[in-house]
């Protein structure tokens, strides 16, 4: 089986490698993609050296499976492209998200709208993944009618101009800004772009992406994204208002048994999820489970996960698994 990394230089296209040697994928014959400045570059990857490639020369080798994360113009352009040619592509940028047409993947919660006629695949955002992970089961067991949700994403979440930005200001070395503000010491309510209503484009995705990927378009939902100076992956403090009264010790043991969730709350050891302790690890972390007594129906999720694993790579990653699992390809 063929497989494209296209990206394969970029900040999740580094750890998308990772991910494919740990899942040892390696058996595959695998194509490194990026920029045409990168091409010729070689690249130490599962024990070997690959050459970068063109996106031309990619497109020609006719591959089984397309992972791109490389940008929304280039996905436009180019994964018609390998769809026309039978490819499977996984597109891990905002491009084609909101196509109905289009599947909008977690694989633990909805794979099944994959079939062998979508052949663009999207790769949700890295906020919406994590917290409609934990989301999902709580909406299959009681419906849920709100959510009020406040973001702290990582700087690894805009790129690598921002951690380096963060990395310049600590050390006290001018450098190119990622921000319109310093990073270090400091949180930015603000990420995307600001639209007309006063919301960004990074808060719009969490709305309409969970009500895609829930198949719940009444929802509501309010978001607020905020960028914050870590690297360890993204935390969400989550306001859910269900529409059936539920045992706490029930919601704590869905989620116990919902695939790719650790549940980490024990506040007496101090025992919650932190950047820190998601840095690296494919699974999303939740604690600080708590009723919320102003509201009936109400509880509080603390979220957190590695946004360049679960968030993107992996997540992109595991689509494809379904993919050669299913016999799709």
Known sequence: MKIAVVGATGLVGTVMLKVLEEEQLLNNEIFLVASSKSVGKEVVFGGKKHSIISIEEALNKKPSIAIFSAGSSLSKEWAPKFAEVGTFVIDNSSAWRMYNEIPLVVPEI????????????????????????????LHKKYGIRRLVISTYQSVTGTG?????????????????????????????????????????????????????????????ITATVVRVPVYGGHSESVNVELNKDFELNEVVELLNNTPGI?????????????????????????????????????????????NLRKGAATNAIQIAQYLIKSKLV
């Open 110 to 137: 909805n794979a099944n709208t994959i079939n062998q006629n979508t052949k663009i695949i999207a790769n949700p955002n890295c906020s919406t993944i994590q917290m409609v992970l934990a989301l999902a089961p």
């Open 160 to 220: 690598v101009k921002a951690v380096a930005q963060l990395e310049n200001e600590r050390a006290n070395v001018a450098g190119e800004k990622a921000y319109h503000h310093p990073i270090d010491l400091n949180v930015i309510p603000h990420g995307g772009d600001f639209l007309q209503n006063g919301y960004t484009t990074e808060e719009e995705k969490l709305v309409d992406e969970t009500r895609k990927i829930l198949s719940c378009q009444e929802m509501n």
């Open 262 to 306: 650790l549940v980490k709350d024990n506040p007496s050891t101090f025992d919650y999820p932190m950047p820190l302790i998601s840095k690296d690890q494919n699974e999303v972390f939740v604690g600080r489970i708590r009723r919320d007594f102003s509201q009936p129906n109400s509880l509080n999720l603390w979220i957190v996960a590695d």
